[in-house]
């Protein structure tokens, strides 16, 4: 059974910083090899993604975000990362960690119909 554990949102002023974490098990692959995401949604608006990592570690981010978010991976930990810097109020959103069930290559996919595996979410809320 796959489980996506989300941790580490929570309320921060504006300009401030947090790091959320993505604990997964039951993947069908290998934790190393998975096609993993952040995604987000606020409330009223559609699912978008904040940055994917492919099969080869080919990692992507939104555009309107690149620059204060990073993405990373700790393989012992199973455990995936965003670190989000300099939020803003528009930031404030339901994280979501995702997985696919199958590898993948080439461009890391932000659609979030290529995944298969949803977390539970984490709230991230950026006053200002």
């Known amino acids: 059974q796959v489980q996506l554990v989300e941790s580490g949102g929570g309320s921060v002023q504006a300009g401030g910083s947090l790091r959320l974490s993505c604990a997964a098990s039951?993947?069908?692959?290998?934790?190393?090899?998975?096609?993993m995401g952040w995604f987000r949604q606020a409330p009223g608006k559609e699912r978008v993604g904040v940055a994917v990592i492919n099969s080869d570690r080919k990692i992507d981010y939104s555009k309107s975000l690149q620059g204060r978010v990073t993405i990373s991976t700790d393989n012992a930990k199973k455990t995936l990362y965003l670190e989000m810097n300099t939020l803003r109020p528009e930031d404030t959103a339901m994280y979501y960690c995702?997985?696919?069930?199958?590898?993948?290559?080439?461009?890391?996919?932000?659609?979030?119909?290529?995944?298969?595996?949803w977390g539970q979410g984490t709230q991230v809320t950026v006053s200002s």
């Open positions: 039951g993947l069908p692959l290998p934790f190393i090899s998975s096609c």
């Open positions: 995702a997985a696919r069930r199958r590898a993948c290559g080439g461009e890391p996919f932000m659609d979030s119909d290529e995944y298969d595996y």
